[in-house]
């Protein structure tokens, strides 16, 4: 079973829904190098959401975006700036080599801990904060889900740009904005 959410011409969300068919996968979530990280980061009663996000030829680069809001979390901790606690992660696990062919995603670093920088993404690589998530099949990318980050073109004639998506999130938190709630099939 599968819930797809577009993002725009050519890009595409596709949620996986916990079975035998993706048991590896699901898996993976559980056991892969980044969950000790996610866990110190967020605790270790997370819940994770996983999906395929899958650019075609031809999709433009995205607009700047953080796929989540700032909130207040029951566990506030001293942090710096204006940035409340951690409350969902992310980690892109590419399928192909990323590159400026097939496109990647472009990351501003830090920008997580101020809300006020929504809309501004733009500035980004004009400052030199952007950094651009290039990596081979199999190479990983972790950021706080309040980061702003956008897809980048994929120039290719027929490559289709694949990568997991596994979405962590404290249990208080229930995703409202990236997904519909009715099933494909």
Excluded at 36 to 45: L, N, Q, V, W, Y
Aim: a negative charge; charged letters at 20%.
């Amino acid at each position: 079973r599968f819930r797809r959410s577009s993002r725009g011409a050519q890009r595409f969300d596709l949620l996986l829904e916990q079975g035998e068919t993706f048991a590896p996968i699901f898996e993976l979530s559980r056991s892969g190098p980044w969950t000790e990280f996610i866990s110190s980061a967020i605790g270790k009663d997370w819940i994770c959401d996983i999906s395929v996000i899958y650019s075609r030829p031809g999709a433009d680069d995205q607009d700047w975006h953080s796929d989540g809001p700032h909130l207040i979390v029951s566990s506030q901790k001293n942090l710096p700036s204006s940035a409340s606690s951690p409350y969902a992660f992310c980690v892109f696990l590419a399928l192909i080599d990323l590159d400026e062919l097939v496109g990647f995603t472009q990351f501003w670093p830090g920008s997580h801990r101020e809300a006020g920088l929504a809309g501004f993404g733009s500035a980004a690589p004009v400052l030199g904060c952007a950094v651009d998530g290039i990596v081979g099949a199999g190479g990983a990318v972790v950021y706080d889900y309040r980061l702003l980050h956008r897809g980048m073109a994929n120039k290719s004639q027929g490559t289709q740009r694949e990568i997991l998506q596994f979405f962590y999130h404290v249990p208080e938190y229930v995703e409202r904005k990236n997904y519909g709630c009715t099933a494909l099939f």
